[in-house]
C-alpha cells in the first residue's frame, strides 16, 4: 500500500520529533550517560583536515556525536549518528578512547545548544546528565564526500587541523588524542584509505606521513622502517631505454 | 575522636552493605549501563598468563571488573574496581576497547551470581540491566604480585593464555581483542614494564616477544625491526681478553 503524500510527510515529521534526542519524554530511547563523538580527518594529498559543526545561533563548534539507542549497537549508533549529523556514509569508524572524566560535565553549555534550538529543558532534563564519551576516528579521503549539517547545525565544514576554531567542552582534547592515535596507527590506517594511486613511490608515500604527522622526515630513516615494516610490495624497474633514473613504484600488501 | 573498635567495626560493615553493587538500593551510586573489565596479562620470563576470578559457587569465571560511581573518572573506577578485587594496586591499566554490542546482554549469568552470593535480585535489579563494557588492559611481571580474591569470588588466579578456563558472557571475546592489541602495541608496551634486565641481549628480547606473541620469529628480520624501531641503545662490547663472543648488550631508550 502506498499513502497519499500527506500522510506519509505527516508521519516522518512527527516520528522524527519523537525520535529527536533533544526531547525529555525521550529519555527512555536512549543509554543515560553514554555519548559518542567522531573524528574524521580529511586528506586529499596536501593537507589534514577535521569535520566541525558549527551549532545554530550559538557559536559553538563541535565534533559531531550522538546517543546510544536502548536495544542498539553502539558501534551501529555511531555509524547511524554520523550519517544523522553530516550525512556521510559507509565510513570505516575506529574507536579510540573512552573520555570519562567527571570534569567534562558541563551542563549549562548543553542547555545553550538547545535553547538555541527552541527547546526550553528543565533542569531534568538527561542531556544535562554527566555523560562519558566514547570516541571514534576515521581517515577518508575528503574530495570523495560531501557533508551535509543536520537540523541542529548551521554547518559543517572541514578545517585545517593546524587552524580549528575554539571546540567546545573538550572536544579540543578529543581531537589531540585522536591525532595522537591517528598517527600511532597510521602504518595500518594508510593501507586501506585510497589515499594513494594504486603504485606509489617511496617520495610520494614520504608526503603523505609528513602531511598527517606535520613533520617533516629523513629520507632515509623513512625508507628503512618502511622497507622493514612488511606493508609494502616493490615492482620491477621497466626499462624503458632512457636513463635509468625512474624511482621504484610500490604498492601495499593485501 | 577515637570510636570504639565495635563502632567502627560495624559502621565499616554497614558502609560496606551500603556500598555494595550488589544491593539494589545502590542503583543510584553509579552509573546505569556501563561497566568495566580488566585483562591482567603477567609474564616472568617464560609464559604468558591472564587474571581470571572464579565466583563463589557458580563455577563461573570471569575477569575482573566493576561500576563507575556517579562522581567518579572512569581511569579512577577501573583502578579502584581492580584493587577491590584482586587486591592489585599501582598498575598501569590502559583502555583497550568498548564493546557495546546488545547481544552481550545476558541477565540471567548476572542472576546467577547475584543468588550464589546470597541476594535475591528481582527483575528490576540494575545489575540486570544491559551494560556497555570498557576494557582495560596492563601487562605486569606475575612473580612480583599477590592477587587476592574478593568477597563475590573463591579464588583469583593465573592461568595461561592458551589454557583458560571457559569464561562467562563475552569475557572469551574481550581476552582475544586484547591479546590481539597487546601484541599490536607490544613495542612500547615492552619499554616501561620491567619485563627484562635494564641491559639484555638481542636475544632476550626475542625471547620475550615470542613467548607474548605466541610465535617463533625469524631472527635477522626481528633484529633489523628492532633496531629500526628507535626503541634500542645498543653497548659498546666490553673486551674481556677473552674471545669475543659476548654479545652486544641493549637498553631501551627512556
Redesign the interface.
Known amino acids: 500500500m502506498t499513502l497519499p503524500f500527506f500522510y506519509t510527510y505527516t508521519f516522518f515529521i512527527m516520528a522524527k520529533q519523537k525520535d529527536s534526542p533533544a526531547n525529555n519524554n525521550e529519555r527512555k530511547n536512549f543509554?543515560?550517560?553514554?555519548a559518542f563523538d567522531s573524528v574524521i580527518f580529511g586528506f586529499s594529498g596536501e593537507k589534514l583536515k577535521i569535520l566541525v559543526m558549527e551549532y545554530h545561533n550559538t557559536r559553538l563548534f563541535a565534533l559531531p556525536g550522538g546517543f546510544?539507542g536502548?536495544?542498539?549497537?553502539?558501534?551501529d549508533?555511531v555509524r547511524r549518528g554520523l550519517k544523522e549529523r553530516t550525512g556521510l556514509s559507509n565510513i570505516y569508524l575506529q574507536?579510540c578512547?573512552?573520555f570519562?572524566?567527571?570534569k567534562r560535565h558541563r551542563p549549562a553549555v548543553m542547555h545553550t545548544i538547545l535553547q538555541a534550538n527552541g527547546h526550553q529543558p528543565g533542569d531534568d532534563h538527561w542531556m544535562l546528565d554527566?555523560f562519558?564519551s566514547?570516541v571514534y576516528y576515521a581517515l577518508i579521503n575528503y574530495t570523495k564526500v560531501t557533508p551535509r549539517p543536520d537540523a541542529l547545525s548551521d554547518s559543517c565544514e572541514w578545517y585545517d587541523v593546524d587552524a580549528l576554531p575554539k571546540l567546545m567542552l573538550d572536544h579540543g582534547t578529543i581531537v589531540k588524542k585522536a591525532l595522537d592515535t591517528l598517527r600511532k596507527n597510521l602504518d595500518e590506517q594508510i593501507v586501506g584509505m585510497n589515499l594513494l594511486p594504486k603504485q606509489f613511490t617511496m617520495k610520494e608515500l614520504q608526503q603523505v606521513y609528513e602531511a598527517i604527522r606535520g613533520e617533516k622526515l629523513q629520507r632515509t630513516?623513512f625508507q628503512?622502517?618502511m622497507l622493514?615494516s612488511g606493508l609494502l610490495i616493490r615492482h620491477k624497474k621497466i626499462f624503458s631505454g632512457k636513463a635509468h633514473k625512474a624511482p621504484y613504484l610500490y604498492q601495499f600488501v593485501q
Chains 1, 2 share one sequence.
Open positions: 543509554l543515560p550517560h553514554i546510544v536502548v536495544t542498539e549497537n553502539l558501534n549508533a574507536q578512547y573512552v570519562g572524566d567527571v554527566r562519558i566514547v630513516n628503512r622502517k622493514a
